[in-house]
């Protein structure tokens, strides 16, 4: 893959309603080529946040070193996508973007080389998994500082959900260029339970140096990708029943480019306040149960704060008590902002058990800072409690401008406990409810999942339905159901073909809901691949990773040895700024990761008949890399204690 870069080196800001400037990554073009089976070839790049207006290009095609021939017959001012019909398979071929701005044409800033024996459809990603282990979810960062996305990879062996007992491998993080050439490796120990409630990591540029950083919990005996040893290498925490319930607990930022512990502190919260060794009676009494269960449920993500810079959320709980703490990682030192304790002041007695197996940031009051949408409540930038809906827990949750019908963003949300409402719609800002969708369940439980998505276009905003609770049909964003039958599956959504509407994505296939005639048309099943989490049948990732708006999806082969980036082969007439210049977007694929995964949404509509988001990003210069500290330089490798 090119390593051609923008050639202004910066920090790629958005203003936003308050004129604040939010740090936001430098990407390259993210020229991207696939081979198709008829023997042509597609080729798809970015449109930036930093692009001039009126931006267009021309894409070269060098042959085996051959003098470059443009592909184009005009300079494309449309959609960044295009089939090259006078591709040959099985030849070097390179394909330059070179920019036109007022008519001039600029050098080459993105590139992509397909290799002569490159597969039909999608891209290949070797792995060197280890053995026993499984590759599971990924995220991305940039995290050499060259304008493309790295792959930060969760390996697991044998793993266990919270309210089970059992042995569990240690957990594994990996990083990998697309190409396959394995960086480094980090193994958490088995001071750390596998399981999708356990590790949640962020990967994001957090101190604005333009290399991403990873944080994570972790524990004595954690391995970086040095070969250091975080707290005490022999100490053994784990009990009888498979439990991890004391011992010390840490929050680690580890350096993107070597996997180096840069910074460990102590976790917060931790599982006692008063001792690393808490009885189940002391459990008990603060998190709800002594048996590890409703302690051992986190959550994280990433929010702009203060309107400019990110913020590690870090978070402990959903059941009962919930409990999110937010971290600066600045100059080397790592810093507690903030602590939220719905425990802590009787008057955040109803924010106690609104958690979901997963978060959502957002700016839901338009004020230029995000907040934190745990679920059934909002935690406000400031860490103080925004909102209670006070409709308890639920898996599935969707946060973005899901009707542009209504002003700001909305949510889209299921609940499980008995006697709730099953599913509901509210002002993100509010919490005001719009409508809400009772469950008529026998059993008196609600749903397990829900999507919420633009499937139809004969209605303005998104299509939401859910399987369980007894709740039937597919509903329109002013809760009226629009159809008796819904689409098989409510897993997961990608932006795939050339239309605005969105597709289903479920297991390891995508496709096409049919309006009129009430059935799902598949467009691609990803052969020899396969899912992750179970029955949420979730890609390893899905997001707008490289070439044009659209998304792409990862899968991870069968045989756990590769991972398949599929790019869509659908021509689309549309234009559009990368999504991961959209800030709501981009925190979502920090978190997609987290809990029970869930899609992104973008923080404007995106669906017929849109209104195209102006950008209005600037480039600010970087500090100088030569002053910036090192790996080595950012000790101790043990916690603050």
Not at 326 to 354: C, H, I, M
Not at 370 to 383: H, K, R, S
Not at 526 to 550: F, V
Request: charged share 25%.
């Amino acid at each position: 893959m090119s390593r051609i870069c923008l050639a202004l080196v910066g920090l790629i800001t958005l203003t936003t309603s308050v004129s604040a400037q939010r740090w936001m990554e430098q990407l390259d073009r993210g020229v991207v080529a696939i081979p198709r089976k008829d023997g042509s070839c597609t080729v798809s790049w970015r449109v930036l946040g930093t692009d001039a207006a009126g931006v267009s290009f021309n894409v070269y095609r060098v042959v085996e070193g051959e003098i470059p021939e443009r592909v184009n017959f005009k300079p494309v001012s449309g959609a960044t996508f295009l089939v090259d019909e006078a591709f040959r398979h099985g030849t070097e071929t390179t394909y330059l973007v070179k920019p036109l701005i007022n008519g001039e044409e600029r050098a080459a800033d993105g590139s992509f080389t397909v290799a002569t024996d490159a597969p039909f459809d999608y891209l290949s990603i070797p792995l060197q998994t280890p053995e026993r282990y499984t590759p599971n979810d990924a995220s991305v960062g940039d995290l050499d500082g060259d304008g493309q996305y790295e792959i930060v990879l969760h390996q697991t062996g044998k793993g266990r959900d919270s309210s089970q007992g059992g042995m569990t491998d240690p957990p594994i993080l990996q990083a990998y260029e697309f190409d396959g050439t394995k960086l480094w490796e980090i193994n958490l120990g088995k001071n750390i339970r596998e399981g999708a409630h356990y590790t949640q990591f962020m990967v994001y540029d957090l101190d604005g140096d333009g290399i991403a950083e990873v944080a994570c919990k972790t524990a004595d005996g954690t391995v970086d990708g040095v070969g250091a040893v975080i707290g005490d290498p022999n100490a053994n925490w784990v009990n009888e029943g498979g439990r991890i319930l004391a011992g010390p607990e840490f929050l680690t930022i580890f350096n993107g480019q070597t996997g180096a512990a840069m910074k460990t502190v102590d976790y917060i919260p931790a599982r006692h306040p008063d001792t690393e060794t808490p009885t189940g009676k002391q459990l008990d009494r603060i998190w709800g149960d002594g048996y590890g269960n409703r302690v051992d449920r986190f959550l994280a993500g990433v929010a702009y704060l203060d309107g400019e810079k990110p913020s590690l959320i870090m978070c402990r709980g959903y059941y009962t008590r919930s409990v999110l703490a937010a971290w600066n990682w600045r100059e080397g030192k790592l810093e507690n902002v903030w602590t939220f304790d719905s425990s802590s002041d009787p008057k955040y007695r109803a924010f106690s058990g609104q958690g979901n197996h997963g978060l959502s940031i957002n700016d839901v009051d338009n004020d230029g800072k995000d907040e934190i949408v745990y679920g059934g409540c909002t935690i406000d930038d400031d860490g103080t409690g925004l909102y209670s809906t006070r409709l308890g827990h639920g898996d599935a949750l969707h946060v973005g401008d899901l009707d542009p019908t209504r002003p700001g963003l909305e949510v889209f949300r299921i609940q499980e406990p008995r006697g709730s409402a099953g599913a509901h719609y509210n002002e993100a800002a509010t919490g005001k409810m719009y409508w809400k969708l009772p469950s008529t369940s026998r059993r008196g439980e609600g749903p397990g999942r829900g999507l919420s998505i633009d499937i139809d276009p004969r209605h303005k905003g998104v299509e939401s339905w859910v399987f369980g609770g007894g709740i039937r049909g597919l509903y329109n964003s002013d809760g009226k159901r629009i159809s008796d039958r819904s689409p098989p599956s409510c897993n997961f959504a990608a932006w795939w073909d050339g239309d605005l509407l969105r597709e289903v994505l479920d297991k390891n296939w995508i496709g096409k809901w049919d309006w009129n005639e009430s059935k799902l048309e598949r467009l691609l099943t990803a052969e020899n691949c396969t899912s992750s989490n179970g029955t949420k049948a979730t890609p390893t990732l899905s997001a707008d990773l490289l070439g044009d708006w659209r998304e792409e999806v990862i899968w991870r082969t069968k045989d756990k040895n590769e991972l398949r980036l599929y790019v869509t082969p659908i021509p689309t007439e549309h234009r559009m700024t990368t999504l991961m210049h959209d800030p709501h977007y981009r925190l979502a694929i920090a978190w997609q990761n987290v809990g029970y995964n869930q899609p992104p949404h973008t923080g404007f509509y995106l669906g017929p008949g849109m209104d195209m988001p102006k950008s209005n990003i600037q480039v600010v210069p970087l500090p100088n890399a030569d002053t910036q500290a090192s790996s080595s330089e950012l000790e101790p490798q043990t916690a603050e204690r």
